[in-house]
């Protein structure tokens, strides 16, 4: 996934516009407008459109770097079944951490949270390996957990006082977490 961080500093530190670059980004269905505003929005960290590989390669070209060197891998555990409240406890621990010292502090965290969240993060890193991005340098960019509502099937009754009857709700939360190369 490109990283609108690293495109902006980029940009800056060689101090190009995006109708510069604008050029080197045409392709099939986008043309020379469409392509900067394109650049403008992934400058901005909106990816409307998505880029694909083929437009992170060619502003790697562009910018005469190495591709990994704009993107960042993010993985993702969809419908865990955790409230994310708990998660998120955990997630404050590893963000901006090398991803040695967060898979440490995942493996003697006792929470139950800890070891979902590390197979997110095996992911990650495994999909950084298969870019052949250099494992050592990577590092936990950022880590996000959003609410998923009720987890499917979990809604149930107890009895309360007076022939009342009170909700049994268990969450399910979504859990991000991005690495980036140093």
């Not at 940009?11 to 045409?26: F, H, K, S, T």
């Not at 403008?40 to 960290?45: C, E, F, L, S």
């Not at 770097?65 to 708990?86: E, M």
Request: aromatic share 6%; net charge positive.
């Amino acid at each position: 996934m490109l990283s609108a961080y690293k495109l902006e500093s980029l940009c800056r530190q060689r101090d190009i516009n995006p109708e510069q670059l604008a050029g080197q980004m045409v392709r099939t269905g986008l043309d020379h407008r469409k392509a900067v505003t394109a650049l403008r929005n992934w400058r901005k960290g909106l990816f409307k459109p998505i880029p694909r590989k083929e437009d992170c390669r060619n502003l790697a070209s562009a910018l005469s770097v190495d591709i990994n060197d704009l993107t960042n891998w993010c993985s993702v555990y969809r419908f865990a079944p955790v409230s994310a409240r708990k998660v998120r406890l955990v997630t404050q621990l590893i963000v901006g951490r090398s991803i040695q010292d967060a898979m440490d502090i995942l493996k003697f965290t006792h929470k139950r949270a800890a070891v979902l969240i590390n197979k997110v993060l095996k992911a990650a890193v495994a999909d950084a390996d298969e870019q052949q991005a250099d494992v050592d340098n990577l590092y936990v960019a950022s880590a996000r957990v959003d609410d998923a509502g009720t987890r499917i099937g979990t809604k149930r009754w107890i009895a309360k006082d007076r022939g009342r009857a009170n909700p049994i709700s268990k969450k399910a939360c979504h859990i991000y977490v991005t690495v980036a190369q140093i």
